[in-house]
């Protein structure tokens, strides 16, 4: 009886997070063309060769600490360092990274630009190509741990395995990371349940990340724009998790906070749209563009802590 009631909510969930309301299919004309923007974009970290850790580096227990953490981690601890050495020695890739997450995280908007050219780095943020080369393929590439209406505890479920290239006693975490042999994935899942607390979605989420961790790849954790919960609880318990696995954190939430409506929709989950140009202030006056920036921006800085140690 459990089990059915799990699978009829996982697939209500998965028809709120697919269908409510779709993003559309070209961006919003905000501003008549040739019109001067008087946006102000949000300021990021600055470039990789600048970062200098601070004392908000590093989350702790307190409910309401995590909103001062950086947008892009600030380096990796020394334990996720070995993690991803442990990884080389057994074969993973250093060239492949994962996904694992919801809606928020299909292709055809989060992060495929990187691959099919449909971007526009600008002067500031010219020194990310190499890092969107070194990762060519993974960008475009479809997980399958990565659907709408899958959340924490669904991922780790036989229930949602795709059958035609998983094992049949494979989750969809198992098989990902299996099947594409990543040494670094992205864990970004919004969705939960409204009647569950959020005590439960961090418990599920320490159980991926201590997966993870023990296939030797390196998690990198991202906090959500929306607060549908009411009380920012979900975002808390994922800086949480980050702070007692030492895993690096993308605080996507501080990216969107600045922005208006906090770049959320009306449905107050969705992200407000347009095309990946970061060199516009108008186009970064959305969500989008600045949860592609910066997911970029945190796998380049987590590699590059992994891989230019002294």
Known sequence: M???????ISLILLAACSNTPNLPATEPENTPQGQESTATPVQTQPPRETYTPSASATPTYGLDDWKLMPIVPNGVSRS??????????RGRDPNRFSKLGDCQNVPSYFLAMFDNGDYRLGDQYAYLQSTIDHFAGSWERASLAVKGGLNVAAVQTLYFTDPKNCNRDESPMVCEIRKFNPSIVLISFETWWADKPASDYERRLRSVVEYVISQDVVPILATKADNIEGDNSINAAIAHVAYDYQVPLWNFWAATYPLPNHGVSEDGFHLTFARDFFDDPERMQNAWPWRNLTALQSIDAVFHALTEQP
């Open 80 to 89: 996720m360092i070995e993690v991803y050495q442990r990884g080389l020695e």
């Open 2 to 8: 459990k089990r059915i009631t799990f699978i009829v």
